[in-house]
């Protein structure tokens, strides 16, 4: 079992930046993948990020490549979701996840474990 806590939303105007976490219990970080989803209002679920559970692989997003950086500190059992030049169209609750498998995927209905999600608000 894993449990997934998300921090470090917040509200933030356009061209500025967030640092999210995502803290993990339970054991076995190490052996899962994790990423990160977001979802606005009225909207499905969309895949932001992943990142496999050595961190030597990513996947993000083709319209956040460039601007969101995903990584994972396995001793600390928290990944982290830099995001840079933010725009209004990036409001939305963000979602950390978690999945036992040593492949990219980018299908939400994968994972196994979902935090709470954080709000990140971007103002024009």
């Known amino acids: 079992q894993v449990q997934l806590v998300e921090s470090g939303g917040g509200l933030v105007q356009a061209g500025g930046s967030l640092r999210l976490s995502c803290a993990a219990s339970?054991?076995?970080?190490?052996?899962?993948?994790m990423g990160w989803f977001r979802q606005a209002p009225g909207k499905e679920r969309d895949f932001v990020a992943v990142?496999?559970?050595?961190?030597?692989?990513?996947r993000y997003a083709d319209s956040l490549k460039g601007r969101f950086t995903i990584s994972r500190d396995n001793a600390k059992k928290t990944v982290y979701l830099q995001m840079n030049s933010l725009k209004p169209e990036d409001t939305a609750v963000y979602l950390c996840?978690?999945?036992?498998?040593?492949?990219?995927?980018?299908?939400?209905?994968?994972?196994?474990?979902w935090g709470q999600g954080t709000q990140v608000t971007v103002s024009s």
């Open positions: 339970g054991r076995a970080f190490s052996s899962y993948a």
């Open positions: 996840v978690a999945g036992r498998f040593s492949a990219i995927i980018t299908s939400p209905h994968e994972y196994d474990y």
């Open positions: 990142i496999s559970w050595s961190g030597s692989s990513t």
